[in-house]
């Protein structure tokens, strides 16, 4: 039977109507006047609600948010972002990596990520806090694996960039390996493009190098990322074969200015005697409907040594 799971990316579903002057200091200003003069009028409302009108027509195995919930990561947006998850669904059915919006600027934990935790930790992690929000993360559905890679964390004012970091370039390798030997579909997300040189220099993965040359050796059957606010299909060979690479635009924009609109991907895959079956369909939000419909699908054999 094929199993079913989701992904959509860069919801930006906060408001900052009642920002307070003094939460804006350094980079959160500038992030602020971003949202004012242009994000307001591309990230809506009425489109996250026309998403999740579409997405309760179908069950999933899993749904996968490939982080920038918020604009500039104040607590009071986590908190309006956990409100939000909790419409979309159960932490065991939601799984959450934070993109570089959520990383605005350092911020305590507990009025901030702890919020969203439970949708962050892999199996059997939710309810010990000393690894609930632990990246690499692990989630198992049927026979895919989920693995969760977090590259939110606070830069400079006017970057956009995320890092893996040395703790989980160190793990990923293991946990890929694991999975593989276990026979499992390895579905790997993140915020950030792991492919260097296709996001702008400020808004790269910094240690996207080093993420390539892991998945090239140990291999993955699925890549997904978002970020770009761009639809983007892209291929690495690995030892294993060939692994899809493939970004889904922002789930709540108009497509103002020649930007992409609205769209989240639905994927099938089931096992056969070659590797995998991989059905890709692209859900896409119409201006003129207010609703989510057909955006095109593909259908991809990835071929695979039987385990």
Known sequence: MPQRFAQLSDPHLSSLDAVRPRDLLGKRALGYLSWRHKRRFEHRREVLDALQRDLA??????MLVTGDLTHIGLPEEFKQAADWLRQLGDPADVALVPGNHDACVAAPWRATFALWQDYMASDGDRDNSAHAAEFPSLRVRGNIAFIGLSTACPKPPLMATGTLGEEQLRRL???LKRTAEQG???????????????EKWRKRLTDAPQVQDILEQYGAELVLHGHGHRAHFNELHSRAGTVPVIAVP?????GLHGRDVA?????????????WQLRIDARCYGPDTGEF???????????????
């Open 57 to 62: 027509g179908t069950q999933f195995d899993q």
């Open 173 to 175: 390798p293991a946990l």
């Open 184 to 198: 499992l579909f390895r579905v790997v997300y993140l915020h950030h493009c792991p492919l260097p040189g296709r």
């Open 250 to 254: 922002s789930a709540s924009a108009l």
């Open 263 to 275: 769209q989240y991907n639905r994927y099938e895959v089931e096992r056969n005697d070659r590797g």
């Open 293 to 307: 419909g057909d955006g095109g699908s593909r259908t991809l054999q990835l071929d695979r040594d039987r385990m």
